[in-house]
């Protein structure tokens, strides 16, 4: 399973874009990359998903660089309401296939 | 997007006592469901994986026979924590996935042994 590596904490301020980077230097070639949100007490929220290039929902847009050893999470003007934990997973869509978290990224937005 | 939910949200028993907790696929069937375990602070950690159709895999280091996992049905998974004690004490996740799709994490059950 390729392996992470997310910054542990970022701080921003309310309307301000947030990105989210992350490193997957040994990602295979049929693992996908996805992010998730977690609250405090709350299990994991599933944001956005993606193989290469660029993804966008009405959450997040996710970019994805042709070498696909990183990842960047942007969040677009983000509210007091978006501080939580972060994490980037990589890993197959197969059958049975596990994602192992890392210690994912504690967002504080600030007024 | 699919919904899973857990029943109890929260649970405090006495040490020794066993506790089972369910996890639920409400709007789909899951191929695989998992459990992890999540210490204050601390990121998820896998405890077990469960596929349809066959026995749960743990992770290393955590016993089959203290974490019982039933995957009843294509939508229902249990988690029995046999004979708890205080170090047992977590927030208990699960998650349920179909094949070639995103997984789909319960609210969580907040576990309290006494």
């Known amino acids: 399973l390729a392996k992470t590596t997310q910054p542990i904490s970022m701080d921003s301020y309310e309307g301000q874009e947030v990105n989210i980077t992350c490193s997957h230097n040994?990602?295979?070639?049929?693992?996908?990359i996805t992010w998730y949100q977690q609250f405090p007490s709350q299990g994991p929220r599933f944001i956005i998903q993606g193989y290469k290039t660029k993804v966008t929902n009405e959450v997040a847009s996710l970019f994805i660089p042709a070498d696909r050893k990183s990842s960047t999470l942007s969040l677009p003007r983000v509210s007091l309401s978006d501080t939580a934990v972060y994490y980037c997973?990589?890993?197959?869509?197969?059958?049975?296939?596990?994602?192992?978290f890392g210690p994912g990224t504690r967002l504080s937005v600030l007024p | 997007g699919a919904v899973v939910s857990q029943h109890p949200s929260r649970v405090i028993c006495k040490s020794g006592t066993s506790v089972k907790i369910e996890c639920r696929s409400l709007?789909?069937?899951?191929?695989?469901m998992f459990w992890y375990r999540q210490f204050p602070k601390q990121s998820l950690m896998l405890m077990a994986t469960s596929n349809e159709g066959s026995k749960a895999t743990y992770e290393q280091g955590v016993e089959k026979d203290k974490f019982l996992i039933n995957h009843a049905s294509l939508t229902l998974s249990t988690l029995t924590v046999t004979s708890a004690h205080p170090e047992d004490s977590s927030f208990y996740i699960c998650?349920?996935?179909?094949?070639?799709?995103?997984?789909?994490f319960g609210p969580g059950t907040r576990l309290t042994v006494l």
């Open positions: 040994n990602i295979a070639t049929n693992d996908y």
């Open positions: 998650s349920a996935r179909v094949e070639y799709n995103e997984q789909f």
């Open positions: 997973l990589v890993g197959r869509r197969d059958y049975g296939q596990n994602f192992v």
């Open positions: 709007d789909f069937q899951a191929t695989t």
